[in-house]
Each structure stands twice: as structure tokens, then as C-alpha cells.
């Protein structure tokens, strides 16, 4: 018997109660896994409170990664008592994810533990890292170097905008970070490596077609008119890797940066990613991240603790990571 943060859904209202259930009640996979450590993010928060329609299915054990210790394996690849890292592939929405003691995963989800981390460390990370290594990576690929000029971060203070800023900063852009909340952030954007910080605001009125070019390049987490408006102040030749949507999935733009400035807007989707492409990622984040970012504000949790910080973290309450211990 193991423990699990189950989702159901009652009258269109999502339930989250704490169960316990046996390996046969697992979904289909080739590899079973001990979870050592889940994290808890925006979007976990949103499909356990409720707030958004990100379950698919239910019932579900909610939570987007793990990193946990290989029990049983029906792939040659990786052998009982394996560390390993699961990012993305569905898991939460349509496959069970990490809130669990014990997760059965298709293979090809799965990434070795890279070296360079513990498992607690790998959930600070998590899939907001990645995903955040993935868009830096294709700024690099367009050609934007720190002597382009400022890269813009929105959603700064989010899980994949504060490891972009630290990773920028750890390869000598100087970044500009964008908060709604900059009396507060501020300073820890700045701990991260931003050299200032652009209030939220200024992003979210109407945009012009095209604007005054500020930005050699940026790191968007939010989409919709605030991706609009960084696409209109975007450099010639400049670059813009877009991964969120919690704008929305409108974009109320025109074709003018594109043709007339050369932007390139370059999609980012942790999901659809080539095994070789991620294992990389967890690598180059190994050598990047100092370990003094392992040394910032991170809630540890457990599972009864869990749907009190959702709601916490959907309001935008919680600064930092937190992590989940089964």
C-alpha cells in the first residue's frame, strides 16, 4: 500500500482527498518508481483547487514531475534502484503524476538523475526549470549573446522566469525582469542575477504594432497581449522564446515584427521534446545553476499539506519553490 493525493470530481467541483491504494491500481507503464520528491507549481495548483481545466480525466493523482528511485523495470534502460527525473509527458493531466509514493511511467518519459543533483534538488528545478533551460537555450540558438543587448523575462518571479533570470545571468546577459509585485521581488529578482526590474503594468497595456525597440531577446511565461507587446519592443533581428499561457491563447499582434523587424518568436513546450534534447538540458543545467540557488526560499511539504498550498499558490502568496516528500 502506498500513500496519494487523489483528484475526483463531484458535481463539477474537483475533490482532492488523501487515499491509499495499491500498486494494481496504478496506471499502465513499464517502469515503477518509489517518488522521492513531486513539486507543486501554478498549474498544480490550478488542477487541484479546481481553478483551471487542466484534469482530463479523474480519477487523478495531480502533480507534473517526480524524481524518484526505479523499483521494477520492463526496460533495459534502467535497472532497479535507478535515480531518475520525469518532466512533463501528460502526467497530472492524463497520466497519474508525483503527488504519490509510488508512480508507474512509460520509460521514454524518463530522464537519469544527472549527476550533479539529489532528488530534492531535481524538484527545485522541476519541470519550470527545464522548460526554462529549453528557452534560453533557444535564444542562444538564434544568435543572441549577451552583447545583443537586454533580455526581457515576464512572469519573473514564476517558477520558469526566476530560473531563467539565474541562468542568463550565469551566462552575462543582463536581463531585465518583469513583476507585479516589485516592492516585493525585487530584491530576490536582483539575488537571482536581474539588473532591474520592469513593472508589470507596462506590459499589459494595448500594443502598438510595432514600438520602440528595447529588447535584444526575451524569455516569455505569460503569452496572450503581454507576449504582443514584448513582440512590438523586440529588437531588429532580436528573438523571443515563448512558453506560457497563462494570458491566454489569444495573441493580439500583427505580422509587423516579423517581416519588418525579423523577430523570431521561437515555441517552447517541455513536453514535446526529444529524449536526447531533455537529457541535455538537465546536463547544461548541472553546469550552470550555482549552488547557491539551491539556497533560496523553498517550502518542503507533505502530502496532507499539499491542497492548503495550492490555494496558497493559485493567489499568489508563496515566493519561491516548493516540494513535496511523499
Known amino acids: 500500500m502506498f500513500k496519494a493525493l487523489l483528484l475526483n470530481q463531484q458535481e463539477k467541483q474537483t475533490i482532492a482527498t488523501i487515499e491509499q491504494l495499491d500498486d494494481s491500481q ?14 507543486l507549481n501554478y498549474k498544480d495548483g490550478l488542477a487541484i483547487t479546481g481553478k483551471g481545466k487542466i484534469i482530463r480525466q479523474f480519477p ?9 528511485t526505479v523499483v521494477e523495470s520492463g526496460d533495459e534502460r534502467y535497472q532497479p534502484g535507478d535515480q531518475v527525473v520525469l518532466t512533463g509527458w501528460g502526467v497530472g493531466e492524463t497520466h497519474w503524476g508525483g503527488m504519490a509514493e509510488r508512480a508507474r511511467l512509460n520509460a521514454d518519459w524518463l530522464v537519469p538523475l544527472p549527476k550533479h543533483f539529489n532528488g530534492k534538488q531535481a524538484m ?23 552583447e545583443s543587448g537586454e533580455i526581457l523575462v515576464t512572469g519573473a518571479s514564476g517558477g520558469v522566469g526566476s530560473v531563467a533570470i539565474t541562468l542568463l545571468a550565469q551566462l552575462s546577459y543582463q536581463v531585465a525582469a518583469v513583476t507585479g509585485r516589485a516592492e516585493e521581488n525585487s530584491g530576490w529578482l536582483k539575488s537571482l542575477g536581474a539588473t532591474r526590474i520592469v513593472e508589470r503594468h507596462e506590459l499589459e497595456e494595448p500594443a502598438r504594432p510595432l514600438e520602440k525597440q528595447l529588447w535584444a531577446g526575451a524569455v516569455d511565461t505569460v503569452g496572450s497581449k503581454v507576449l504582443a507587446k514584448v513582440l512590438a519592443q523586440v529588437d531588429y533581428n532580436g528573438a523571443v522564446a515563448a512558453c506560457g499561457l497563462a494570458g491566454g491563447f489569444d495573441l493580439p499582434t500583427t505580422v509587423m515584427p516579423f517581416i519588418l ?9 517541455s513536453v514535446m521534446c526529444p529524449f536526447e534534447k531533455r537529457q541535455q538540458a538537465w546536463q547544461r543545467l548541472g553546469e550552470l545553476l550555482p549552488a547557491s540557488y539551491f539556497e533560496q526560499a523553498c517550502r518542503e511539504v507533505s502530502l496532507d499539506e499539499v491542497a ?8 499568489g502568496q508563496i515566493t519561491g519553490r516548493v516540494v513535496i516528500k511523499p
Open 308 to 315: 492548503e498550498c495550492a490555494e496558497a499558490i493559485t493567489k
Open 124 to 146: 527545485m528545478i522541476g519541470t519550470a526549470g527545464l522548460t526554462a533551460m529549453l528557452c534560453v537555450q533557444a535564444l542562444v540558438d538564434a544568435g543572441i549573446t549577451p
Open 261 to 269: 523587424r525579423n523577430v523570431r518568436l521561437q515555441g517552447v513546450d
Open 60 to 68: 487523478m493523482v495531480p502533480g507534473i514531475d517526480l524524481a524518484g
Open 26 to 39: 496504478l496506471p499502465q507503464g513499464n517502469v515503477l518508481i518509489d517518488v522521492d520528491y513531486s513539486s
